[in-house]
C-alpha cells in the first residue's frame, strides 16, 4: 500500500501560479512545522492528565520529510520522517501530530472565513503564526489537503492577522450592539459602526445587507443598526473589531423595538438550567477561578 502524506502544503495565488516557489518561501514550512509540534506536545499533555513530562525525544520523533514538489499550484506533500535505523514510532496512530494538522487547518479556515477559532486551539501556539505566513502577498494563500476530508482549508494574511491579535490577548465572543453607520464600502463591504460608548468599530457585512447599511449611513441622524454576530474583545474587555455579522437589522427610529411578550431572561436561564442533570453539575471543577487557563486551554495546573 503506498504511503499518504500527513498533509499536503499548497502555495495559492500570485508568485505560485507559474508552480514555481521561491527559496525565501521555503523557511514558511518550517514555521508550519513548529506550529504543529506546538499543538501536538499540547495535545498530548491533554491526553495524559497524569504525566508531567513529554516523553524523552518527542520533538525528535516529530519529524516532516519533503520528498517531491508537484504541480498545482505548488503542492508540497509533507511525510512522516522514519527514525534512523528504522526504529518504531512512539505514538499510537493516528497521534497527536495527525490530530495537529487536522486543529490547525481548522483554527487557519476559522479565522479566514472570520469564525471562532476551536476552543482546543493552545494559546501557546497562536504566537507562532507571527512566523507563518509573512511572505504572502495580495491575492496568496496557503492550503492543506488532509487524506481522508473533502475540503482543504485555507490559510491568508486576513487569517494571519486575527490569529497573532488573539495571541496579543485579544478574545472572541458573541456580540449585540446598536450603532451608527459612520462609514460604508460597498466594494469590500465593510462599515464603520459608532457606539454609544464612542467606541468606533469595523464590521462586514454580506450582499443582503448592503441596503440597510446604505440607507443608515444616509439617514445617520437618525437611523441605527442592530448587529448580532462575534466580535473580537481586548483584554481589557473592550471590542475591538465585528469578525461576523449573523444577523443586521435597521433601526430607523434608533430605537430597538421591545417585544413585551418575551419572557423575562431570568426566566430563561432558569428553563435552561432546569434541563441540564444533577450529575452535570457535581463534574464542574471547584477550583476554576484559579486554574481558568488549565480548563480553557489546556496549560498545566499551576
Request: proline fraction near 6%; charged fraction near 30%.
Amino acid at each position: 500500500m503506498e504511503e499518504q502524506p500527513l498533509v499536503t502544503h499548497v502555495f495559492r495565488g500570485g508568485r505560485f501560479d507559474d508552480h514555481g516557489i521561491d527559496v525565501d518561501v521555503l523557511c514558511e514550512l518550517a514555521a508550519y512545522k513548529a506550529i504543529l509540534v506546538e499543538v501536538a506536545k499540547d495535545l498530548w499533555r491533554g491526553h495524559n492528565p497524569k504525566r508531567r513530562r513529554l516523553p524523552r525525544n518527542f520533538e525528535d520523533s516529530l519529524r516532516l520529510e519533503v520528498r517531491a514538489i508537484e504541480p498545482g499550484s505548488v503542492a508540497v506533500p509533507l511525510y512522516r520522517g522514519v527514525r534512523e535505523g528504522g526504529e518504531p514510532r512512539l505514538f499510537r496512530e493516528p497521534d497527536e501530530l495527525d490530530e495537529a494538522v487536522v486543529l490547525v487547518s481548522e483554527a487557519a479556515d476559522a479565522a479566514a472565513q472570520d469564525r471562532p477559532v476551536p476552543s482546543a486551539f493552545p494559546r501557546s501556539a497562536l504566537e507562532l503564526f507571527a512566523d507563518y505566513g509573512k511572505a504572502l502577498g495580495a491575492g496568496e494563500s496557503f492550503e492543506y489537503r488532509i487524506p481522508g476530508r473533502e475540503s482543504a482549508a485555507g490559510y491568508t494574511a486576513k487569517a494571519r492577522e486575527r490569529l497573532v491579535g488573539l495571541a496579543a490577548g485579544l478574545h472572541e465572543d458573541v456580540v449585540d450592539v446598536v450603532g451608527t453607520v459612520t462609514m460604508a464600502n460597498v466594494r469590500v463591504p465593510r462599515m464603520e459602526l459608532g457606539l454609544d460608548s464612542g467606541t468606533r468599530v469595523e464590521a462586514a457585512f454580506g450582499s443582503e445587507d448592503e441596503e440597510k447599511v446604505t440607507t443608515a449611513l444616509k439617514e445617520h441622524a437618525i437611523a441605527k443598526v442592530r448587529v448580532r454576530g462575534v466580535g473580537s474583545f481586548s483584554a481589557a474587555g473592550e471590542l475591538e473589531r465585528i469578525t461576523s455579522v449573523t444577523n443586521l437589522d435597521l433601526l430607523p427610529s434608533g430605537r430597538v423595538e421591545i417585544d413585551a411578550s418575551a419572557p423575562p431572561i431570568w426566566e430563561a436561564i432558569r428553563e435552561i438550567m432546569g434541563t441540564v442533570p444533577r450529575e452535570e453539575f457535581e463534574q464542574l471543577p471547584t477550583d476554576g477561578a484559579e486554574q481558568h487557563d488549565h480548563y480553557v486551554y489546556g496549560t498545566p495546573k499551576r
